[in-house]
């Protein structure tokens, strides 16, 4: 009788899963990694997203605002108002409120003011603008800073009671202030705020006049307008002078002023 033979298969060395464990290891970063990088891709692309409707509208706006002056005396002044903006609403506050649960009818009326609040008048800056000014109060000379330099109807220095806004903030859209959703979406609008600076335009026609320096007459009724939009806002009364707030999206544009 012959003897049975058993043949055992041969298993994994140590060493063999632990290879192997480390190629999967790192297959998986790379795969996670991946992930990351494409949520934050998609977080960016949805911020510029935000920030490029909104320089636009604002374009709109002012375009449409400069077309229209106002005649106190002898002097133009316009109006801006960008709707569903604030000069007093801060997302902080509306936060808390948000997470006391009182976001639906315990949300006060006047919360970000009213639109005649949120309305505001503006000159044109008189001086040329030069590259070497340096410093705020210096700037203010040769450039219009808005919310900040706003007038009032008149004309006449516009006092702000809170203090100076700094920027306009959105506010939460009416679903969100009625209560009627629930969590706060980081690409939430009241998370967006915007400013803008008008100077006027460098550039010369081709008309000579040799009074002129520079011998070509500028062209005094364009001007440059500088969008800043942020995302998320420190302001100066609650951090200090001395904060630094960095725009997510910067863009200029010409527009041309009626006088």
């Given at each position: 009788?012959?003897?049975?033979?058993?043949?055992?298969?041969?298993?994994?060395?140590?060493?063999?899963?632990?290879?192997?464990?480390?190629?999967f290891a790192l297959g998986?970063?790379?795969?996670?990694?991946?992930?990351?990088?494409?949520?934050r891709?998609?977080?960016?692309?949805m911020?510029?997203t935000?920030a490029?409707?909104?320089?636009?509208?604002?374009?709109?706006?002012?375009?449409?605002?400069?077309?229209?002056?106002?005649?106190?005396?002898n002097?133009?002044?316009y109006?801006?108002?960008?709707?569903?903006?604030s000069l007093?609403?801060?997302?902080t506050?509306?936060?808390?409120?948000y997470?006391?649960?009182?976001?639906?009818?315990?949300?006060?009326?006047?919360l970000?003011?009213?639109?005649?609040?949120?309305?505001l008048f503006?000159?044109?800056?008189?001086n040329?603008?030069?590259?070497?000014?340096?410093?705020?109060e210096?700037?203010?000379?040769?450039?219009t800073?808005?919310?900040?330099?706003?007038?009032?109807?008149?004309?006449g220095?516009?006092s702000?009671?809170?203090g100076?806004?700094?920027?306009f903030?959105?506010?939460?859209?009416?679903?969100?202030?009625?209560?009627?959703?629930?969590?706060?979406?980081?690409?939430?609008?009241?998370?967006?705020?915007?400013d803008?600076?008008?100077?006027?335009s460098?550039?010369r026609?081709?008309?000579?006049?040799?009074?002129?320096p520079g011998?070509?007459v500028?062209?005094?009724?364009?001007?440059?307008v500088?969008?800043?939009?942020?995302?998320?806002?420190?302001?100066?009364?609650e951090?200090?002078e001395?904060?630094?707030?960095?725009?997510l999206?910067?863009?200029?544009?010409?527009?041309s002023?009626?006088?």
């Open positions: 009788m012959k003897p049975v033979t058993r043949r055992f298969k041969r298993g994994f060395t140590l060493t063999e899963i632990l290879v192997a464990m480390a190629i998986g970063s790379a795969i996670v990694a991946l992930f990351i990088t494409n949520a891709l998609s977080r960016q692309a911020d510029y935000r490029a409707e909104i320089s636009r509208n604002v374009r709109s706006l002012i375009t449409t605002s400069l077309s229209r002056p106002i005649l106190i005396g002097e133009p002044v109006k801006f108002d960008y709707p569903g903006s007093t609403f801060r997302p506050e509306y936060t808390k409120l997470e006391q649960g009182k976001t639906g009818g315990e949300v006060p009326a006047s970000g003011g009213t639109p005649v609040e949120n309305s503006f000159k044109l800056p008189k040329m603008f030069d590259v070497r000014i340096r410093g705020e210096n700037l203010r000379q040769v450039q800073w808005l919310p900040n330099d706003a007038t009032d109807a008149n004309g220095a516009r702000f009671p809170n100076r806004p700094e920027v903030r959105l506010m939460p859209d009416r679903l969100r202030q009625a209560g009627a959703l629930d969590g706060l979406d980081p690409d939430d609008r009241m998370f967006y705020s915007f803008f600076t008008i100077r006027r460098v550039m026609s081709e008309v000579e006049d040799p009074s002129i011998g070509k500028p062209l005094n009724d364009l001007f440059v500088h969008v800043k939009v942020y995302k998320g806002y420190e302001y100066r009364e951090a200090g001395e904060v630094v707030n960095d725009p999206y910067e863009w200029d544009f010409y527009v002023a009626a006088r």
